[in-house]
């Protein structure tokens, strides 16, 4: 049964065990007991009290300051932002709010532009919950640490662009595997030239060494600079004998960034999350097949023969 069914249960049963008598009435608290499960207290209390006549009042306490128009304009904001955090977005809510009122890209109420004005960074986040949990969730990281060369590649921080000209550039590659890192699926290598942000992408099946080098070749290929040198992270996909013997045969000087330290490629990172994930997004692309499609994207995969393209690594013979 039902709340409501047992409340209208207990309803019926109260006029006839009000005018029962004492014998009858055991008997109707022992039915009610039996049928609605209450104990034999609280089923007492129920039968003796009155039907209430007027309805309850309405819980008393602060009213609600910002109401369904403030949180779906909070909304707009944060979309135009780029969906950053709400700590970071608050500082910037009346500077951003008066650009798209002057554009005419939002159209508010005069109280509600008001309110968006004193959102708090705690209360913007409130408001956002909803937003932010109606997005696809996020994977993990495909980062896997290669020991291979490790001590031979030299680190390079953040800090240590000032002598740079064009021609160096970040590179990382970013997944779209939905909430999952596992199976197969589309990566995209981004590339970011330091002191002029030529930025440079190129899908990739996977993130296989040969395949990763076969498109690093291509966006050097389409580059308005030649390329001289290159920093990454320390994944597998780019810190490998294939791509290393790449460097050394072209002349490109090859650095990498400390484990775990994004600010050591801020300008990768940055370009990451405004021009991939903006446009890309994070769900799960993958060919229709379990395998390589027979068709991939330009630079996906590089012939080993292909003249200046990093030599496929060998395998070692069975035994």
Known sequence: MTRTSIHEYVAAQRP???????????????????????HRKAALRRLHRPPRSTPREARTGRPRVYGPDVAAAAQVLWEASGEIGAVRLQPFVPELLDRLLACGALRLRPD???????????TLKRLLAPARAARPPRGGGITRAGTWLKHQIPLRTFAEWDDARPGFLEGDLVAHCGASTLGFYLCTLCAVDIVTSWTELEAVWGKGQVRVGGAIHHVRQRLPMPLLGWDSDSGSEFINESFWRYCQR??????????????????????????????????????????????????????ASRPGSPPAPRRPARR
């Open 250 to 303: 072209e002349r490109i000087t090859f650095t990498r960034g400390r484990a775990y330290r994004k600010n050591d490629s801020a300008h990768v990172e940055q370009k990451n999350g405004a021009v991939v994930r903006r446009w890309v997004g994070y769900l799960r692309r993958r060919p229709r097949t379990r395998a390589a499609p027979p068709h991939h994207p330009r630079g996906s995969r590089l012939p």
């Open 16 to 38: 006839r065990y009000l005018q029962a008598t004492r014998g009858d009435k055991r008997r109707i608290l022992d039915e009610v007991v039996a049928v609605t499960g209450y």
């Open 112 to 122: 509600t532009a008001a309110a968006l004005r004193r959102l708090g960074a705690a």
